[in-house]
């Protein structure tokens, strides 16, 4: 199973990105899809959560700011970040916790590989 995550890059503050994850491989089911950052000097965060059922949860920090989805047909999971100030940049990591085929009875959370988000003027 692996988690791609793209969408990331240089934009003002004010501005708007939009991080897509894709999980790819022998899944039989995906359970809570989030998303963590990790800024310089700092540990990582949990940004927001996205259960199988769509109940969402989100730090403090970016309520109404930010959004989370997923597309369950396509494994995918969404953060809609609009309104970003310069405390928004970080490498922002997608994780997910998945049934595989091989193991439907242990669930594993997986991690992406990160994506920089630099807000920036």
């Known amino acids: 199973v692996q988690l791609q995550a793209s969408g990331g890059g240089l934009v003002q503050p004010g501005g708007s990105l939009r991080l897509s994850c894709a999980a790819s491989g022998s899944i039989f089911s995906i359970n809570t899809m989030g998303w963590h950052r990790q800024a310089p000097g700092k540990q990582r965060e949990l940004v927001t959560t996205i259960t199988s059922g769509g109940s969402t949860n989100y730090a403090d920090s970016v309520k109404g700011r930010f959004t989370i989805s997923r597309d369950n047909a396509k494994h995918t999971v969404y953060l809609q970040m609009n309104s970003l100030k310069p405390e928004d940049t970080a490498v922002y990591y997608c994780?997910?916790?998945?049934?595989?085929?091989?193991?439907?009875?242990?669930?594993?959370?997986?991690w992406g590989q990160g994506t920089q988000v630099t807000v920036s003027s």
């Open positions: 994780n997910a916790e998945i049934r595989t085929i091989a193991r439907v009875l242990y669930p594993y959370d997986y």
